[in-house]
Each structure stands twice: as structure tokens, then as C-alpha cells.
């Protein structure tokens, strides 16, 4: 019925980059909040990056600040997260998310709905 698809990972270079898409399907999302998680091996998943519903408003980790641009296009009912200056620390399974509270917060508790993960693997 709803499903988030995720698609753009893979393996890149240090200092490379990557676009990360999530296509959301089976209602709109134009009113929900969007974000973006990652899990490394043996870690606790972690908070990337939100985006407010209207996309005026953006939230990053400070890990990533600088290097990363979340944007969204309510129209296609689709999340993106631009990765640049890629480091080997950045490995880990990407999860898009959306929640229909609308607060673009850091706690995977705003967020209803995920998508099942892709990898993004930065090494020499």
C-alpha cells in the first residue's frame, strides 16, 4: 500500500559524490516531513538530515553540515540527499523517512514511515 523506495547508493571514493533518491508511493506526502538516517555496522542508526514540508527550512547533523543537501519535490512525492566531499566515515545503510507530524526533528520517533535502506560504501 505505501511504500518508500530508495535508490542512488553505492561505492564511491573518498571525497566523491553521491544522490540519493526516495520515492514515496501509495498516498501524497506533500504534508509530511521528510529525513534522512543512516546505520553503520555494529552503530545505532543516526539522524542525517530534515526537511520542512514546504522544503523552506533544513536540518543536518553537524557530521555532515557543509557536505550534504537534503531537498524534496512534493510534486513527484520524492526526497533526495546530495552527498559531496564523501568520507569513509559516511559508510553506512541510508534510510529515507517521512512522518506526518510535519516536525523536521532529529528523533526517529517524528517519522512514520521508512524505506528499506541503501548502501553507500566510501573507500579507497
Known amino acids: 500500500q505505501v511504500q518508500l523506495v530508495e535508490s542512488g547508493g553505492g561505492l564511491v571514493q573518498p571525497g566523491g559524490s553521491l544522490r540519493l533518491s526516495c520515492a514515496a508511493s501509495g498516498r501524497t506526502f506533500s504534508r509530511y516531513a521528510m529525513g534522512w538516517f543512516r546505520q553503520a555496522p555494529g552503530k545505532e542508526r543516526e539522524f542525517v538530515a530534515a526537511i520542512s514540508v514546504r522544503g523552506a527550512s533544513t536540518s543536518y547533523a553537524d557530521s555532515v553540515k557543509g557536505r550534504f543537501t537534503i531537498s524534496r519535490d512534493n510534486a513527484k512525492n520524492t526526497v533526495y540527499l546530495q552527498m559531496n566531499s564523501l568520507k569513509p566515515e559516511d559508510t553506512a545503510v541510508y534510510f529515507c523517512?517521512?512522518?506526518?507530524?510535519?516536525?523536521?526533528?532529529?528523533?526517529?520517533?517524528?517519522?512514520?514511515?521508512w524505506g528499506q535502506g541503501t548502501q553507500v560504501t566510501v573507500s579507497s
Open positions: 523517512a517521512f512522518g506526518q507530524s510535519g516536525i523536521y526533528g532529529s528523533s526517529p520517533r517524528y517519522y512514520d514511515y
